[in-house]
């Protein structure tokens, strides 16, 4: 495994880390339909912390795990900066995914 593959594997723990500190995580996963949204960050069926939780983590966790490339060239912090604007739960998460961004500048 390859340093920025360490560098993401270390991200994805701290992102599930914040997201259970912050009260964010949840035990029960959405509906199949919900999590086959083809809508960015599928805004049309899943808050933000659940397409972090059942999309974004285990899709990372995949990459990193078959050692594939990983994304590159995207910011997801922005997005969340945006939609969890004034509430301090979401601080800690927005830190780790500002850090994720770097690594796939």
């Not at 340093?3 to 959405?30: C, F, N, R």
Request: proline share 7%; glycine share 2%.
């Amino acid at each position: 495994m390859n340093t920025v593959h360490q560098q993401m594997q270390k991200l994805l723990i701290d992102t599930e880390y914040a997201l259970k500190q912050s009260g964010l995580w949840e035990a029960d996963k959405p509906s199949k339909e919900a999590l086959m949204s083809s809508q960015p960050f599928a805004v049309d069926s899943l808050h933000p912390e659940q397409w972090l939780q059942w999309v974004f983590i285990p899709k990372m966790q995949q990459f990193v795990s078959l050692n594939q490339a990983l994304p590159a060239g995207f910011a997801i912090s922005p997005y969340f900066e945006q939609t969890c604007q004034g509430k301090p739960e979401w601080i800690k998460v927005i830190r780790v995914l500002k850090e994720i961004d770097e690594v796939c500048a």
